[in-house]
């Protein structure tokens, strides 16, 4: 089945630091790939998507690149921030879903904290 | 972003009661709607899958006469924990699409606990 592998944590991080979260999947076909974001005690956000292979989704200064030869969707910013402190979720949508609506497989999510 | 919008945010129960949640699309319609549980810090588990108008999908280990799942119109799922116990104490999520191949909005969460 499909699964999703990421960087286990907690990460804590100095302001300006440099942030990577490592993110692998499983998949059959050519799943769509996600990360998400959850603040504390709210929901989850979209951050980012890539839909295909080579794609890279962008937002608010984290990127990620859809990396089928390493079957990979690492995370990175360049310089974080204390704001950036949340759990982050990498995802995929299941390929065999097409036709219907997104099936999502989560990671296990990554606990980023970010001190001044 | 379309925006779903979960009630309550938080509950606290007895043991034995029953608890319903909310889950509302604010700006679309929602032909699909999903429920996750998230146990603290770790990832979400889908539990089910509700379309608009027809039964809800369950994942395997997860009680259906439990976890009482309506989906009776395009805007609107409820998720009723029945004679809930202290391990149904969890974060509970939902999520809503408006058609095949199109983005999922997340709710943002209900806290149950039971006490």
């Known amino acids: 089945g499909n699964s999703v592998t990421q960087m286990e944590g907690p990460v804590t991080l100095s302001e300006e630091a440099f942030l990577t979260i490592n993110c692998t999947y499983t998949?059959?076909?050519?799943?769509?790939l996600f990360w998400y974001v959850q603040y504390p005690g709210e929901g989850l956000q979209l951050l980012l998507k890539a839909t295909k292979a080579d794609d890279k989704g962008s937002n608010k200064g984290f990127e990620a690149t859809y990396r089928k030869e390493t079957t990979s969707f690492h995370l990175e910013k360049g310089s974080v921030q204390v704001s950036d402190s949340a759990v982050y979720f990498c995802?995929?949508?299941?390929?065999?879903?097409?036709?219907?609506?997104?099936?999502?497989?989560f990671g296990s999510g990554t606990q980023l904290t970010v001190l001044p | 972003g379309a925006v779903v919008s979960q009630h309550p945010s938080w509950v606290i129960c007895k043991s034995g009661t029953s608890v319903k949640i909310e889950c509302r699309s604010l700006?679309?319609?929602?032909?699909?709607m999903f429920w996750y549980r998230q146990f603290p810090k770790q990832s979400l588990m889908l539990m089910a899958t509700s379309n608009e108008g027809s039964k809800a999908t369950y994942e395997q280990g997860v009680e259906k006469d439990k976890f009482l799942i309506n989906h009776a119109s395009l805007t609107l799922s409820t998720l009723t924990v029945t004679s809930a116990h202290p391990e149904d104490s969890s974060f509970y999520i939902c999520?809503?699409?408006?058609?095949?191949?199109?983005?999922?909005?997340f709710g943002q969460g209900t806290r149950l606990t039971v006490v």
């Open positions: 998949a059959t076909g050519y799943p769509s």
């Open positions: 995802a995929l949508s299941d390929p065999l879903s097409r036709g219907s609506a997104r099936q999502l497989t």
């Open positions: 999520s809503a699409s408006s058609g095949p191949n199109t983005e999922a909005f």
């Open positions: 700006d679309f319609q929602a032909t699909t």
